[in-house]
């Protein structure tokens, strides 16, 4: 059995340094999805609890702001931009018309990301198509918070972060961080991120805007991690705390706990794992968890969409299969192959 240490250690390995610079730095992240709906009448501090705990515990490690996307890289910061997204969330007209987005990070340069990071968007939505407002946060923390931390201090934090924040879903497990301006611009970077994805279902999706557009368009989840996180009402829809531990019981390794109120924490073993399509390694009690929790993915109604978005993969059928590679039966078997 992997221990938290050893895919820790095999992990690292993934990071890739360039002419000073740190392209794709391995890390562990948390990212949070949230459907709730700013207004002019309606605006909860509490879509901000992420940032505000973020900054308690990290605030003194970011060094670089990136906000409102009005910058290509990011600029110092100073108290004034740390504040953009509570002035958002104070004015009025603003906040119930304009999208708003803030990146925190570290890095030597402007054209460095290194951990800790977080991400954070909100997107009052497309109103030519019907879509609902949408948000996530991504935390991204250095793979030695990870082993300092372990099950517990993991599950602790992530309580902490999303406290009385209005969670739809999320999850929580390995990730690659990386400045996805430079990635965008260059073959050979984006071929770097595509061969571990591809090979490893286990890391998460580079790439949470697009997931959060398909929460919207969907009001489901659209992957699992390590743990996975999911609100009161996803929760619901599975039968609450009790059936979906009643469904989960046979599968190994599985502990399902309640979580804020009314929602539910999934956990796969102790640790978070890469799994390799190379090996024969395909993560089956991922799979036995995403087979429970189908009814909440919706893929079908997604598919059919242009916002399938995966870094480094340019074609439409290898995103599609990316996507559905824990909860399509089919793909395990190809993947086995």
């Known amino acids: 059995m992997t221990t938290l240490h050893e895919s820790i250690d095999i992990f690292s390995n993934y990071r890739l ?25 309606h605006a ?48 009025t007209k603003r906040r119930s018309k304009d ?35 949408h948000s996530f946060f991504r935390i991204s923390l250095p793979l030695s918070w990870l082993a300092e931390r372990g099950v517990e201090g993991v599950e602790a934090y992530i309580k902490r972060l999303t406290g009385d924040f209005p969670l739809s879903w999320g999850y929580a497990g390995f990730a690659l961080c990386f400045g996805s301006e430079e990635v965008v611009t260059r073959k050979d970077l984006e071929e770097y991120i595509k061969q571990w994805i591809k090979r490893h279902p286990g890391i998460m999706s580079p790439n949470p805007r697009i997931e959060s557009l398909w929460t919207a368009t969907t009001d489901g989840i659209t992957s699992l991690g390590w743990i996975t996180l999911l609100g009161p009402e996803f929760c619901q829809r599975m039968g609450g705390i009790t059936e979906l531990q009643q469904k989960m019981s046979s599968i190994a390794e599985v ?76 793909d395990k078997k190809q993947n086995a192959d």
Request: net charge negative.
């Open 99 to 133: 999208n708003t987005s803030i990146d925190l990070y570290a890095g030597n340069n402007k054209r460095e990301r290194r951990l800790p990071c977080l991400d954070w968007e909100y997107d009052n939505a497309c109103l030519e198509v019907n879509q609902p407002s």
């Open 17 to 41: 340094e360039e002419d000073d610079i740190t392209r794709f730095e391995p890390c562990f992240c948390i990212t949070l999805f949230s459907l709730e709906t700013v207004t002019k009448e």
């Open 44 to 91: 909860p501090e509490s879509l901000l609890t992420p940032y505000k705990i973020f900054w308690e515990d990290f605030g003194s490690q970011v060094d670089r702001i990136l906000y409102d996307g009005n910058q290509s890289y990011g600029v110092k910061i100073t108290e004034k931009n740390r504040s953009v997204p509570f002035e958002w969330l104070r004015n």
């Open 255 to 330: 502990q399902v706990t309640p979580f804020m109120q009314n929602g539910a924490l999934i956990r796969i073993g102790e640790t978070p794992l890469l799994g390799d399509s190379l090996h024969n390694d395909p993560l089956d009690s991922y799979h036995a968890v995403a087979q429970t929790l189908k009814p909440l993915h919706r893929v079908a109604e997604r598919l059919d969409t242009d916002y399938l978005r995966v870094s480094g993969m340019d074609d439409e059928e290898e995103r599609k299969k990316w996507f559905t590679r824990f909860f399509d039966p089919q």
